[in-house]
């Protein structure tokens, strides 16, 4: 069974700085692209990360770029998402997903083609 577990969520103040992990079982995850995304109350999903295992690209949401930083130890099979200079409005729920293959899909931000999830963890950044 595929299985995909957050955690490293928390209350930070700005500036701060927090490590999410995801955690992935019933499969390999360098063989596939990774996406973390996050949804804020009363607003729509976004994509805040991808990483292609195809090629080792990653890319970033504009307003992410520069401050997150995407990660994976194969050995473990899991993926991380560093996340420094936080920000009030980078309060969400955020979840990590996988899609049927090595590569980011051209539209990833939408999240659409992403067909495995976990739960997500709640990162708070207080002002």
Same mark, same amino acid.
């Given at each position: 069974e595929v299985q995909l577990v957050e955690s490293g969520g928390g209350l930070v103040q700005a500036g701060g700085s927090l490590n999410l992990t995801c955690a992935a079982s019933g499969f390999?995850?360098?063989?596939?692209?990774?996406?973390?995304?996050?949804?804020?109350?009363?607003?729509?999903?976004?994509?805040?990360?991808c990483f292609s295992s195809d090629?080792?690209?990653?890319?970033?949401?504009? &307003?992410?770029? @520069? #401050?997150? $930083?995407?990660?994976?130890d194969n050995a473990r099979n899991t993926a991380y998402?560093?996340?420094?200079?936080?920000?009030?409005?980078d309060t969400a729920i955020?979840?990590?997903?996988t899609v049927n293959r090595a590569y980011c899909p051209?539209?990833?931000?939408?999240?659409?083609?992403? &067909?495995?999830? @976990? #739960?997500? $963890?709640?990162?708070?950044?207080s002002s």
């Open positions: 390999r995850l360098g063989d596939y692209a990774i996406g973390w995304f996050r949804q804020a109350p009363g607003k729509e999903r976004e994509g805040v990360s090629d080792g690209k990653t890319y970033y949401r504009d &307003s992410v770029e @520069g #401050r997150f $930083t995407f990660s994976r998402l560093k996340m420094d200079s936080l920000k009030p409005e955020y979840y990590c997903a051209h539209r990833w931000r939408e999240g659409r083609a992403f &067909s495995s999830w @976990g #739960r997500g $963890t709640q990162v708070t950044v």
